[in-house]
């Protein structure tokens, strides 16, 4: 049974910050690769950053510099760290979990930037 479970979205002044979190289950979590990916209103999922289990990351131009993607093997969680965000940044986040050739997404927060 496997199970991706998004939490902290919310509201957010332009300039605050905001920590997701991704808690998964069922998965070989240590061995698998994480991803955050958005989907804006009226626009195509991207990806937003991934980390391997080696811990290599990688991130789209807009947020780099300013997410960081982060994963605790111990509590099979990943993390991204959203500073200095923009409004350009409000979108459904969503979970992606990578192992082997099976991919697992979450339900998505919505993470809102707005005064």
């Known amino acids: 049974q496997v199970q991706v479970v998004e939490s902290g979205g919310g509201l957010v002044q332009p300039g605050g910050s905001l920590r997701l979190s991704c808690a998964a289950s069922?998965?070989?979590?240590?061995?698998?690769?994480m991803s955050w990916y958005r989907q804006a209103p009226g626009k195509q999922r991207e990806l937003v950053a991934a980390?391997?289990?080696?811990?290599?990351?990688n991130y789209v131009d807009s947020v780099k510099g300013r997410f960081t993607i982060s994963r605790d093997n111990t509590k099979k969680t990943v993390y991204l760290q959203m500073n200095n965000l923009e409004p350009e940044d409000t979108a459904v986040y969503y979970c992606?979990?990578?192992?082997?050739?099976?991919?697992?997404w979450g339900q998505g927060t919505q993470v809102t930037v707005s005064s």
């Open positions: 992606n979990v990578q192992f082997v050739l099976r991919t697992y």
């Open positions: 069922g998965i070989p979590f240590s061995m698998s690769i």
């Open positions: 980390i391997t289990n080696g811990g290599t990351t």
